[in-house]
């Protein structure tokens, strides 16, 4: 295959999954329908979409133009995470902000993905990632494993510098961090850090896959 390919945490968990599917979806691009969703399931994305919103409003200094909406469950997602949001560390905010760095072991393909919030700063300097979660609440251990963390923690380790080159030094393993925030259980955030031996253990298994 002599095509370069831009691969998300959702690739790498088809792949995992169903390597005939992954081919016949993404290399085949053969038509792939989605199961449909039921009407529960449908008002629950449409939710954590408008949530993930309001929160990126928030964060940019915008009125969230929809504030008053009268769904419930979503007044009180808002009210919660008005209340019991995470507390940040001081410094320069990256909101709904992508990342993409070279994978595999020639670095033809490419891994990539988007942060709802990264933070940058401190003393020493840190980067801080955070990701809200509208979902029923994993324990830390599945976590650590999900496709999602590690493909975050190895973008900021591989090419977080891209995003603050004034800091390069707060995307060194040991100074990443990444905190799932669940509305459900906000006030038992999920912390994972890293450090350099993760990441090199992370980076084989990425490298293994992609090959």
């Not at 309001?54 to 979503?74: H, N, Y």
Request: proline fraction near 9%; charged fraction near 25%; charge should be positive.
């Amino acid at each position: 295959m002599t095509e370069r390919l831009t691969l998300a945490q959702q690739h790498l968990y088809t792949f995992r999954a169903c390597p005939r599917r992954f081919y016949l979806r993404f290399l085949a691009r053969v038509p792939w329908p989605e199961a449909p969703l039921g009407l529960e399931q449908e008002q629950a994305y449409e939710r954590g979409r408008r949530f993930h919103r309001w929160i990126e409003r928030r964060f940019l200094g915008l009125p969230v133009a929809d504030e008053g909406d009268r769904d419930p469950v979503l007044r009180r997602w808002w009210d919660t995470f008005q209340r019991h949001a995470p507390p940040l560390p001081d410094g320069r905010r990256f909101i709904e902000t992508s990342l993409t760095v070279p994978i595999g072991p020639d670095g033809k393909h490419r891994l990539t993905g988007r942060f709802d919030l990264l933070v940058t700063g401190g003393d020493p300097l840190a980067a801080s990632l955070f990701d809200w979660k509208t979902g029923e609440p994993r324990p830390i251990e599945r976590l650590r494993r999900a496709w999602q963390t590690r493909v975050y923690l190895c973008l900021l380790a591989e090419g977080g510098g891209a995003l603050a080159p004034d800091a390069p030094a707060a995307f060194a393993p040991e100074r990443i961090s990444l905190t799932y925030w669940y509305v459900e259980e906000p006030l038992q955030p999920r912390l994972i850090t890293y450090d350099a031996a993760a990441h090199r253990a992370n980076r084989v298994e990425l490298d293994g896959v992609v090959a």
